[in-house]
């Protein structure tokens, strides 16, 4: 069976520069996931030429999906490959912290940062901003603690907290980005970004970029006729969750995954693979 065709979606916005950014989200690597479907990603970067390529989190399924060196060295390979074409800029997801061994969840916060570090051109961002001439990129590294509220052991994901996010968000010391500059604040999870606290926060970004939500499960087809920000289940099992999806003029932009976590093929028909094209212009 050949790999599902890759979605594009274009946004389109005015800003203080004119530049052309890639964005996806919730890749999942796993064994599981074809050389091919990768290269396919890599073929689309390629073709668009973009500036910069940003990543909102859910690199990995689990992080024994990287316990192997084969399998550690497949993904690195291929965020080498991506990085080529353009910076590569990602934040952590909720999947990116987990081990699953015995049923519970534990967690391996720095995992993913020491598989990443030494290559120059890909830049995940744990609480810290990358900056140049053109843009201003800051990673929000959301803690297990908002994911699971609680004490362990973790045997699912619990309801996500807000007061974990504001606290973390309080702990920053500067989140006024440079006027003259593109500025995104890369978080995994949209939940509470239309939250009032968290907007105040957060005004002064161009853009929020995430994932997470993998639209609510709502097939591309019904998208188009019902626009709205809401979606069919929520990854803690919510039903028709609000920050699902975003529409096109909206600056809290949150992405469809790049592959959704069901390993069947047959199950993600409906939902092909998505990635987004973002122009600015003056």
Same mark, same amino acid.
């Given at each position: 069976m050949k790999n599902p065709k890759i979605a594009l979606r274009h946004l389109n916005?005015?800003?203080?520069?004119?530049?052309?950014?890639?964005?996806?989200?919730d890749l999942h690597f796993s064994s599981s996931l074809k050389d091919a479907f990768l290269d396919d990603i890599l073929k689309v970067a390629k073709k668009a030429k973009p500036s910069y390529i940003l990543f909102g989190g859910d690199l990995v399924d689990t992080l024994d999906d990287i316990a192997e060196e084969p399998d550690e060295s497949r #993904?690195?390979? @291929?965020?080498?490959?991506? %990085?080529?074409v353009a910076p590569v800029f990602l934040c952590l997801g909720n999947h990116d912290y987990y081990r699953t061994a015995k049923k519970e969840i534990t967690f391996k916060?720095?995992?993913?940062?020491?598989?990443?570090?030494?290559?120059?051109?890909?830049?995940?961002?744990?609480n810290e901003a990358f900056e140049d001439e053109n843009v201003y990129i800051f990673g929000c590294a959301l803690p297990p603690e908002y994911y699971h509220p609680g004490n362990p052991p973790y045997r699912h994901?619990?309801?996500?907290?807000?007061?974990?996010?504001?606290?973390?968000?309080?702990?920053?010391k500067n989140l006024t980005p440079p006027e003259d500059k593109i500025s995104f604040f890369l978080i995994h999870s949209p939940?509470?970004?239309?939250?009032?606290?968290?907007?105040?926060? #957060?005004?002064? @970004?161009?853009?929020?970029? %995430?994932?997470?939500?993998h639209t609510g499960c709502v097939p591309p087809f019904l998208e188009k006729i019902w626009p709205s920000d809401r979606g069919f289940i929520s990854p803690e099992?919510?039903?028709?969750?609000?920050?699902?999806?975003?529409?096109?003029?909206?600056?809290?932009?949150?992405l469809p995954a790049v592959r959704t976590v069901a390993r069947s093929r047959l199950l993600n028909l409906p939902f092909p693979p998505a990635l987004t094209i973002l122009n600015t212009k003056k």
């Open positions: 916005f005015s800003a203080s520069k004119s530049l052309k950014f890639l964005l996806f989200s #993904l690195v390979s @291929f965020l080498v490959r991506l %990085s080529l916060k720095n995992r993913l940062k020491n598989v990443l570090k030494g290559h120059e051109n890909i830049h995940l961002l744990v994901f619990a309801k996500e907290d807000k007061a974990a996010l504001v606290s973390l968000l309080d702990s920053y939940v509470f970004l239309k939250d009032a606290d968290v907007k105040e926060k #957060l005004k002064d @970004f161009n853009f929020t970029v %995430s994932g997470h939500m099992k919510r039903l028709f969750p609000h920050q699902a999806r975003s529409l096109k003029s909206d600056h809290n932009i949150i």
